[in-house]
C-alpha cells in the first residue's frame, strides 16, 4: 500500500481523522473523499482498516469509481472482513468497477474457498468481460451456494459462452434455487438460433421453463423465446396466456408477436376484452398488428372502443398496419 504522507492533508483535517470519535472520523473521511483526490487515496483505504465497522462500511462506498492497483487489492481483501454491512459495500464497489486491468486481482477470487468471496468475485468480474473469467464461471456452476452459481451463470451470459449452453439448459430446468434458474433460462438467449444444435438445446430448455413453478422463470422463458424466435415454443405459449400472473402472459403475449405466430390470433384476441390490466391489452394489440394477420381486424376495431387511450391508440396503430399489409 502507498505510505499515506500526513503533509498532504491540512493539520485540521489530519486530527479529525484521528479523532477517538468514529463519527468525527467517518465525517472527515467524507469530506476527504468530495475533493476527489488521487492523493488522498491512501487515507480512503486506511479507512478500510479502521476500528469502526460503519466507517469501513463508508470507506468501501467512497472508494467506488476508483480503479487504481491499490484499492482493488485493498478492497480484495476486505471482502474478508468480519462485518457482514462492510462486506456487502466491498462487493458492490467492485462490482462497478469498468477497467478489464482490475482483473488480476479478481480472478483468484472466482476460485476461492469462501462462498461469498466467490460470488463477489465473480460478480465483480462479469461485466470487465475478460476471456480468463470463462474457467473459474465454468467451475462454479456446481458449487453448492446459489449465490456462487447466479454470478457464474451471469459471467458465462456477459461472455455469451455458447459452449456452456448445455449446463445452462441443465440449470434452466433443474437448479434447485428459483433464481439460478432464472437467470439460466434468460442465459439461454446467447444461443444462435440459426445453428440447429443450437436452437434445439435452447427451445427444448425453454419450453420446460414455461412450466416452471416459479413465475419468474415462466416469465424469463416466455421472454427468451421471443427474443430467439424459436417458433416451436408457439402452442406452449399460447397455453401461457392464461398463466395466473399477468408478467407471464404480458411476456407470452409479446413473444408471439414477435414470432408473428399467426395460429395465436384468437387466444391474444381473447386479451383484449378480458383482462383488467390495461398494459395487458395494450401489449395484446401490439402484438396482433406484429403478427399480421388481417383475421384480426374486427378484434382491433373493437378495441378502438377501449376505455384506456392508450390501447386504442394501439389498437388504431395496428389496424391501420394490418390494412397497409406491412
Known amino acids: 500500500m502507498t505510505p499515506i504522507d500526513i503533509d498532504v492533508l491540512p493539520p485540521e483535517l489530519q486530527a479529525r481523522l484521528g479523532d477517538a470519535d468514529a463519527s468525527v472520523r ?3 473521511l467524507i469530506e476527504l473523499a468530495d475533493e476527489q483526490d488521487e492523493d488522498h487515496l491512501p487515507w480512503l483505504i486506511a479507512g478500510l482498516s479502521d476500528p469502526d ?3 469501513r462500511t463508508e470507506a468501501a462506498r467512497l472508494l467506488a469509481g476508483w480503479e487504481t492497483p491499490e484499492v482493488v487489492e485493498a478492497l480484495a481483501a476486505a471482502l474478508r472482513d468480519e462485518s457482514e454491512a462492510v462486506r456487502l459495500a466491498v462487493a458492490q464497489t467492485l462490482s462497478e468497477l469498468k477497467s478489464a486491468e482490475a482483473a488480476p486481482w479478481l480472478l483468484p477470487l472466482a476460485g476461492d474457498a469462501d462462498a461469498f468471496v466467490r460470488a463477489a468475485g465473480l460478480r465483480a468480474l462479469r461485466e470487465l468481460r475478460v476471456s480468463a473469467a470463462v474457467g473459474p464461471a465454468l467451475a462454479s456452476l456446481g458449487h453448492p451456494s446459489a449465490a456462487v452459481r447466479l454470478e457464474a451463470v451471469g459471467v458465462l451470459g456477459w461472455l455469451k459462452q455458447r459452449a456452456a449452453l448445455p449446463e445452462l439448459a441443465r440449470l434452466a430446468n433443474g437448479d434447485p434455487d428459483p433464481e439460478v434458474r432464472r437467470a439460466a433460462t434468460g442465459a439461454l438467449g446467447l444461443a444462435d438460433a440459426a445453428q440447429a444444435e443450437q436452437a434445439r438445446i435452447a427451445e427444448t430448455a425453454l ?68 383482462q383488467a390490466i ?6 395484446a394489440a401490439v402484438a396482433l398488428g406484429e403478427i399480421g394477420d388481417p383475421a384480426a381486424l374486427p378484434l382491433l376495431e373493437s378495441a378502438e372502443a377501449d376505455p384506456d387511450p392508450e390501447v386504442r391508440k394501439l389498437a388504431r396503430l395496428a389496424r391501420t398496419r394490418l390494412v397497409a399489409g406491412e
Open 26 to 28: 467517518r465525517i472527515a
Open 278 to 283: 390495461s398494459n395487458l391489452r395494450k401489449e
Open 53 to 55: 465497522a460503519e466507517l
Open 207 to 274: 419450453v420446460r421453463a414455461l412450466a416452471d413453478v416459479a413465475w419468474t422463470v415462466r416469465e424469463e422463458a416466455a421472454a427468451t423465446l421471443g427474443k430467439l424466435k424459436l417458433t416451436g415454443g408457439v402452442p406452449n405459449l399460447v397455453a401461457a396466456l392464461d398463466d395466473e400472473y399477468w408478467q407471464v402472459r404480458l411476456k407470452a403475449t409479446r413473444a408471439l408477436g414477435q414470432l408473428r405466430a399467426t395460429t395465436a390470433v384468437s387466444a391474444v384476441g381473447r386479451l383484449l376484452d378480458q
